[in-house]
């Protein structure tokens, strides 16, 4: 399962983008996130994720938080 960081995030709207380890930009839709209980993500968060193209563009899905720095 791929990890990386949170670019930047919008709780409003549910979506953001972040940036794989090996340098991917991949977007954050509402409903990326898999754990319920987080209503935000924050700035460099460290998280894992599935990738799934959409409309030919990499999102995430299954989106765990790794850290809670």
Same mark, same amino acid.
């Given at each position: 399962? #791929?990890?990386? $960081?949170? +670019? !930047?995030?919008? #709780?409003? $709207?549910?979506?953001? /983008? @972040?940036? $794989? !380890? !090996?340098? @991917? =930009?991949?977007?954050?839709? #509402?409903? /990326?996130?898999?754990?319920?209980?987080? +209503? /935000?993500? &924050?700035?460099?968060? +460290?998280? &894992? *994720?599935?990738? =799934? =193209? @959409? =409309?030919? &563009?990499?999102?995430? &899905?299954?989106? +765990?938080?790794?850290? *809670? !720095?």
């Amino acid at each position: 399962m #791929p990890q990386g $960081t949170i +670019r !930047d995030y919008d #709780p409003a $709207t549910g979506q953001g /983008s @972040l940036l $794989t !380890d !090996d340098r @991917l =930009e991949v977007a954050i839709e #509402p409903g /990326s996130i898999a754990q319920e209980a987080i +209503r /935000s993500l &924050r700035l460099g968060q +460290r998280v &894992r *994720f599935e990738i =799934e =193209e @959409l =409309e030919g &563009r990499p999102v995430a &899905r299954g989106l +765990r938080i790794v850290t *809670f !720095d």
